[in-house]
């Protein structure tokens, strides 16, 4: 496992942009595939955006697709997310998880496939 620590959340005004960050220790990181999850409020955590190994593949799920960007640095160990556009539906607090995987093309957008998690940051959206 590793351990994670995520930064960057905060409140915004609808339509502006937030970049949060996450930090992972170790020196196996790019060996993880990575995800960023959010669980709002009285709902169950979802799956925002995840990135393989080596950052060449990403995917989104439907309502964050181009407005969402995740992108990650192996050499600084971090994974990032660019959050433009920010809607109220936004608000959530945002997990950053990792999953070790020998397959460097694959990334997964499942909960079961990671095995550690960051303790999440807020974003809250005001309209």
């Known amino acids: 496992q590793v351990h994670l620590v995520e930064s960057g959340g905060g409140l915004v005004q609808a339509g502006g942009s937030l970049r949060l960050s996450c930090t992972a220790s170790g020196r196996t990181f790019s060996m993880y595939a990575m995800a960023w999850f959010r669980q709002a409020p009285g709902k169950e955590r979802e799956s925002v955006a995840a990135?393989?190994?080596?950052?060449?593949?990403?995917d989104y799920t439907d309502s964050v697709k181009g407005r969402f960007t995740i992108s990650r640095d192996n050499a600084k160990n971090t994974v990032s997310l660019q959050m433009n556009s920010l809607q109220p539906a936004d608000t959530a607090v945002y997990y950053c998880?990792?999953?070790?995987?020998?397959?460097?093309?694959?990334?997964?957008?499942?909960?079961?496939?990671?095995?550690?998690w960051g303790q999440g940051t807020q974003v809250t959206v005001s309209s």
């Open positions: 990135i393989n190994r080596s950052g060449s593949s990403t």
């Open positions: 998880a990792a999953a070790r995987t020998s397959y460097l093309s694959e990334y997964y957008f499942t909960e079961d496939e990671y095995d550690s």
